[in-house]
């Protein structure tokens, strides 16, 4: 079973803890070597409020140097088409071994905007999450946790863990 399958299978039966407390679940494709976690706020039988979904794989089952770094990074933000806004990459550092990638239009709401972040630590691990800032100058980004239905959540993991 792949690790989307496994996923919603997963989410399909699972709760967070009551009272309001933050819960993680994780499922892991043993053939792709791929972990899936999600960390949320609220689960029921349609959807996820989620606070943050990490993908990760070990790290010699992954590739490394800047150009498999730049290729994950381009082809994840080509893939993922499951968020509210399409994603770009705004920076690869080859010598920090990471990537980061944003919405390419945020949202705006009242005196808020919202943008989606994906960053990249190497080729083995990905971590999506949102965040919002107040449009005055100078205000901190603050992260929010965002609603997805679980064939969404299910396709992010798989469009982040995708080879090709």
């Not at 190497?122 to 603050?142: D, F, I, N, T």
Request: aromatic share 6%; with cysteine.
């Amino acid at each position: 079973m792949s690790l989307d399958a496994i996923l919603l299978q997963k989410l399909a039966e699972w709760k967070p803890p009551a009272g309001g407390e933050r819960g993680a679940l994780a499922a892991t494709d043993p053939d792709a070597g791929w972990t899936a976690t999600v960390t949320a706020d609220r689960n029921d039988g349609l959807s996820t409020l989620v606070w943050e979904l990490t993908v990760r794989r070990p790290r010699d089952q992954a590739p490394s140097g800047g150009d498999a770094l730049r290729a994950w990074a381009d082809r994840s933000a080509s893939r993922v088409t499951g968020l509210m806004e399409p994603l770009k990459v705004i920076e690869v550092d080859v010598l920090k071994n990471a990537a980061i990638l944003r919405s390419d239009e945020p949202a705006s709401r009242a005196d808020k905007v919202f943008y989606y972040e994906v960053f990249l630590k190497g080729c083995h691990e990905a971590a999506v999450r949102r965040y919002q800032v107040a449009r005055e100058p100078g205000q901190p980004r603050e992260q929010v946790a965002f609603p997805l239905t679980h064939e969404a959540l299910a396709k992010l993991a798989k469009d982040l863990t995708a080879e090709k």
